[in-house]
């Protein structure tokens, strides 16, 4: 801009951003990516399939083709990009939409109350979050959102895991808080000699049995039920908390990784996978937006860097701490018994 004048354009583009995430959401809700994995379709053929109204239909796929997630052919044929086609149909089971129809249900909603939980230091769901999972689980629809939800969060994590940790060095993982198993999955898949499973809260069992089921793992993957306040954790040679730490408060962080160091077997390893805050808290915003979204969500809970959880790690008893990146926007810190 001239005049020296400074160009607001970013300012602008952060500050609309919430309409092109919403598109997306919506998209992802209507199942327009599934429809067109199927076969190109021009405008009317699709309006039809996923079921809105033509006035906003063309604006809508078009602002869809500018984000570079649908393509338009010159003739009007829309057809899904590379990363839709791979990431958003749904019956694929590299399908990650279930994490953004949490975010569409609940958690675009729940960031209209940043401002109140920044005034208030209060979580924005309700009157007990800390009971927020028994609440979702007591509802079968909402714990099955929520956990498809949690496995298309740490799927690309968790393939990560799988294929850059030395599992040949081990023989046992327990996936600590494992929802419906996506993370033992993975490494079972990838590693035929791992045997183990997931421990959580005991509503999640039929989940997590049929997850395992439906990848052909059951007999190498069992389901540990207990809560991790009352009960010792399963022992194994590789403990692995992921998205687990920063849900709670930093006492709670502790207790948890203590657990983690009696659980594993001498000579095993712990792994903790977050979205980390980067230490200079400024070159990535991903860890910091996440620890505000456990500001909506929960009484303690907040994200935190890799030197952090280190320093938890080592008063653990941990040795050998190392950090390595999984993601564009995970990384997973690991540490020896
Ligand atoms: C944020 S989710 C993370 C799920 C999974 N590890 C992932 O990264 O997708 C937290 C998990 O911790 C489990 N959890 C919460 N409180 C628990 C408790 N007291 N004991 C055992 N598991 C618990 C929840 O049921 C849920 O599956």
Redesign the pocket.
Do not use: E
């Given at each position: 801009m001239s005049g020296g004048m400074p160009s607001p354009t970013r300012i602008f583009q952060i500050g609309c951003a919430f309409r092109a995430s919403k598109v997306l959401l919506s998209a992802i809700e209507l199942d327009v990516f599934t429809v067109l994995s199927e076969q190109p379709l021009d405008i009317a053929a699709l309006i039809r399939r996923v079921g809105i109204q033509e006035r906003g239909a063309r604006d809508f796929f078009d602002t869809l083709v500018g984000l570079e997630i649908l393509r338009r052919s010159d003739d009007g044929l829309y057809t899904n990009g590379s990363e839709a086609e791979f990431y958003l149909d749904r019956r694929k089971p590299t399908y990650v939409g279930s994490l953004f129809e949490q975010y569409n249900a609940i958690g675009y909603s729940l960031w209209n109350s940043l401002t109140q939980a920044l005034r208030t230091g209060a979580p924005q769901v309700g009157e007990a979050p800390e009971d927020h999972?028994a609440d979702t689980?007591g509802d079968p629809v909402r714990m099955l959102t929520f956990?498809k939800s949690?496995?298309a969060?740490?799927l690309l994590?968790a393939k990560a895991i799988a294929a850059q940790f030395p599992w040949q060095d081990y023989q046992t993982v327990i996936?600590?808080?494992?929802?419906e198993g996506?993370?033992p999955v993975e490494v079972a898949l990838a590693h035929p000699h791992i045997r183990g499973g997931g421990?959580?809260?005991p509503q999640?069992r039929d989940a997590f049995n049929t997850y395992i089921e439906e990848h052909g793992l059951t007999g190498r993957l069992q389901f540990y039920p207990?809560?991790?306040?009352e009960t010792a954790l399963p022992a194994a040679d590789v403990i692995v908390f992921?998205?687990?730490l920063h849900?709670w408060d930093l006492e709670t962080r502790r207790t948890l990784l203590s657990k983690g160091y009696d659980a594993v077997r001498d000579g095993g390893a712990v792994i903790v996978?977050e979205t980390l805050i980067p230490e200079d808290r400024r070159s990535s915003t991903a860890g910091m937006l996440a620890s505000l979204n456990m500001l909506l969500w929960t009484v303690g809970g907040s994200d935190f860097t890799g030197a952090q959880c280190a320093e938890w790690m080592q008063e653990a008893g941990f040795r050998e701490i190392r950090i390595e990146p999984l993601t564009t926007e995970e990384s997973m810190v690991i540490a020896k018994k």
């Open positions: 999972f689980y956990v949690m496995t969060g740490s994590a996936d600590v808080g494992t929802a996506c993370l421990f959580d809260l999640l207990g809560n991790f306040f992921g998205r687990i849900n996978y």
